[in-house]
């Protein structure tokens, strides 16, 4: 950690072991090793870390439901107000208020997974298409399988690559007819 200057004026410290501050209770030992042969102006560092590796539980995606159409459609509107109905009369036996509570919200959502239909996807990239986000999801599915994976990567990759060139070459297009257009309408005003 401690570096000398030459005829030992003075020290300073050059070496630092850094270490995130969520991290800062796992860094149990941390020592120089002066003796160390580096060949340098350093001095060899090394720290001692404990750490606890949890398997992070893996969230449920949230369906996204067109809710919309419960305004606009009122035969699924009746389909759908039946169908919970239907799901609440079966917990009448039911005393416990939080027990009820959960299985109304678990018919409630059962309910519209069952008859509501889920909004289109909509991508972050106006470029990507359907087909492209179809082989994104095979991929995902692929994961496990090295070789399948692989493949479908390049395939993804190749057809994003693509999609880009096009949509550069439709923008590019749109700006040469735009600098046309203004360009006629310059000419025609002199």
Aim: glycine share 2%; hydrophobic share 30%; charged share 40%.
């Amino acid at each position: 950690m401690d570096m000398e200057s030459p005829g030992d004026g003075s020290r300073n410290q050059i070496d630092f072991i850094l270490i995130s501050i969520r991290f800062r209770n796992a860094l149990l030992i941390s020592k120089t090793l002066p003796s160390a042969d580096c060949y340098s102006d350093h001095v060899l560092l090394m720290g001692k870390i404990r750490v606890k590796l949890r398997k992070q539980k893996k969230t449920k995606p949230n369906i996204r439901l067109n809710l919309d159409l419960l305004t606009s459609d009122t035969d699924l509107c009746q389909k759908y107000n039946l169908k919970v109905k239907n799901k609440f009369k079966a917990f009448e036996e039911i005393e416990e208020v939080g027990e009820l509570w959960q299985q109304l919200m678990r018919s409630i959502s059962e309910a519209a997974e069952e008859e509501i239909a889920t909004k289109e996807r909509k991508t972050k990239q106006k470029r990507m298409t359907e087909d492209i986000l179809n082989l994104m999801d095979k991929q995902r599915k692929a994961k496990g399988e090295q070789e399948e994976y692989e493949s479908i990567h390049r395939e993804v990759r190749r057809k994003c690559e693509e999609a880009k060139e096009a949509w550069l070459n439709e923008k590019c297009r749109e700006k040469d007819k735009y600098s046309k257009d203004k360009l006629q309408i310059q000419c025609t005003r002199m």
